[in-house]
């Protein structure tokens, strides 16, 4: 399945009758399974229905780092962003991808 940044947007947990949804490098992983993480008042719910991909590099929960791009980004984290990739890889189905 293909997504805009604006229809990966509805699945940002806030409506508990749709699957919860974070991409990481432009891949989307339904993170459903993650509800204490990624929903409502969990402490990773900035991440949710967006690319979180630069905010986990960064390891930052700041908003304007919350997008997809991975522009002046160091080769450390890059590494950490790839270990958050192979993180959510084993831990939960990709479903799509972000276009
Ligand atoms: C004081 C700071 C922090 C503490 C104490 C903390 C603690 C934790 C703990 C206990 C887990 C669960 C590990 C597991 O059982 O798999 C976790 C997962 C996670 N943390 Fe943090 N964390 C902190 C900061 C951050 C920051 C700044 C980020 C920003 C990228 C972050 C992103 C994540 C993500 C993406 C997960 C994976 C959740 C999942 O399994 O889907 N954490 N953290």
Do not use: H
């Amino acid at each position: 399945m293909e997504f805009s940044l604006q229809q990966l947007k509805q699945f940002d947990g806030s409506d508990a009758s749709k699957p919860i949804y974070v991409a990481v490098k432009g891949r989307v992983f339904d993170v459903s399974t993650g509800k204490s993480f990624y929903g409502p008042g969990g402490p990773y719910c900035i991440f949710s229905g967006k690319d979180a991909s630069r905010a986990l590099a960064k390891m930052s929960k700041n908003e304007e780092d919350v997008c997809a791009s991975l522009d002046g980004l160091t080769e450390k984290e890059m590494g950490v962003l790839n270990d958050w990739e192979k993180k959510f890889e084993a831990k939960y189905p990709v479903i799509g991808r972000v276009v």
